[in-house]
């Protein structure tokens, strides 16, 4: 089993749609999660960072964390063409920025 | 916002000749750098990590000697890829954090070596 596993995709939806993205992971040590966003041809975007479990809200964006199913989620609401790109999740035992494991990422295609 | 600059971002050379890539944190002093190679349609694979003043610590199977990393102040780290080779080939971003704070990358260099 992978440490992180994301399901690579690809993602198409509407534009307008309601946007689920998730990851799990195996080890229960991982208190730090973050989500990236990547367009082709470009290093990782920080979206997002949260610590623990809770959800935390960011204008479109909403990332969700429940330690107890290992599942982490982020949610893009009224999603718009520039959104398509990949989606990856990354997370740590340690802190936000240092030893962490990136999931292989979602094609997320967000179609006119 | 933090800012993280990556130069070249495109750089196609001969077999045997050795790169530079330069990694700047802007509008931050970096506690400590990353140095990354992304394969097409793959997630990032770690290569080394520099702490400012000292030498990286490269993962397991990247090799110290053809990727020299130098790390002189808080806010530059370069990569040298010497004679590269067609295998070398990639896509290499860097990125730079400061302490408790997440990682910000750069925007990623292809290389292409003939």
């Known amino acids: 089993q992978k440490e992180v596993e994301q399901d690579p995709g690809p993602l198409s939806v509407p534009e307008g749609a309601i946007v689920s993205l998730n990851c799990t992971y195996s080890?229960?040590?991982?208190?730090?999660f973050m989500w990236y966003r990547q367009y082709s041809r470009k290093g990782p975007e920080l979206l997002m960072y949260?610590?623990?479990?809770g959800n935390k809200e960011d204008g479109r964006f909403t990332a969700q964390v429940d330690k107890s199913s290992k599942y982490i989620s982020l949610f893009i609401r009224d999603s718009q063409p520039s959104d398509s790109a990949t989606y990856l999740c990354?997370?740590?035992?340690?802190?936000?920025?240092?030893?962490?494991?990136f999931g292989p990422g979602t094609r997320l295609s967000v179609l006119p | 916002g933090a800012v993280v600059s990556q130069h070249p971002s495109r750089v196609i050379c001969k077999s045997g000749t050795s790169v530079k890539i330069e990694c700047r944190s802007l509008?931050?002093?970096?506690?400590?750098m990353f140095w990354y190679r992304q394969f097409p349609k793959k997630s990032l694979m770690l290569m080394a990590t520099?702490?400012?003043?000292?030498?990286?610590?490269?993962e397991q199977g990247v090799e110290k000697d053809k990727f020299l990393i130098n790390h002189a102040s808080l806010t530059l780290s370069t990569l040298t890829v010497t004679s590269a080779h067609p295998e070398d080939s990639s896509f290499y971003i860097c990125?730079?954090?400061?302490?408790?704070?997440?990682?910000?990358f750069g925007d990623g260099t292809r290389l292409s070596i003939l």
């Open positions: 949260t610590y623990s479990s």
């Open positions: 080890n229960s040590a991982f208190q730090y």
């Open positions: 520099s702490n400012e003043g000292s030498k990286a610590t490269y």
């Open positions: 509008d931050f002093q970096a506690t400590t």
């Open positions: 990354a997370m740590s035992a340690f802190n936000y920025g240092q030893n962490f494991v």
């Open positions: 990125s730079a954090r400061r302490e408790n704070q997440p990682q910000h």
